[in-house]
Nanobody, 115 residues
Framework: QVQLVESGGGLVQTGGSLRLSCAASGSISSINTMGWHREAPGKQRELVAGITRGGSTNYADSVKGRFTISIDNAKRTVYLQMNSLKPEDTAVYYC?????????WGQGTQVTVSS
């Protein structure tokens, strides 16, 4: 079992910044990648950014150059720094990971960007 707890969401104006955190606990020794997904009203959940334990990253085209994912292996925490936020970034953001057999999700944190 893996537990993921997100924090850091909130309300911000267009152009503002937020940093999301995801703390992992439990059986994490077999985990190699973690990612942030988001789900906007009426839309499918989509991958925003992913990172491996070694630090390799990938991003959705819509957030490249604005969002940065990072990992602190000692703290078992993944971060998503979000800059230059746009109203279309409004969504519930979920942290996720997999051990190859199961996918684990956090409870989600709301990010709202006002215009």
């Amino acid at each position: 079992q893996v537990q993921l707890v997100e924090s850091g969401g909130g309300l911000v104006q267009t152009g503002g910044s937020l940093r999301l955190s995801c703390a992992a606990s439990g059986s994490i020794s077999s985990i190699n990648t973690m990612g942030w997904h988001r789900e906007a009203p009426g839309k499918q959940r989509e991958l925003v950014a992913g990172i491996t334990r070694g630090g390799s990253t990938n991003y959705a085209d819509s957030v490249k150059g604005r969002f940065t994912i990072s990992i602190d292996n000692a703290k078992r925490t993944v971060y998503l720094q979000m800059n230059s936020l746009k109203p279309e970034d409004t969504a519930v953001y979920y942290c996720a990971t997999t051990n190859g057999k199961y996918v684990y999700w956090g409870q989600g944190t709301q990010v709202t960007v006002s215009s």
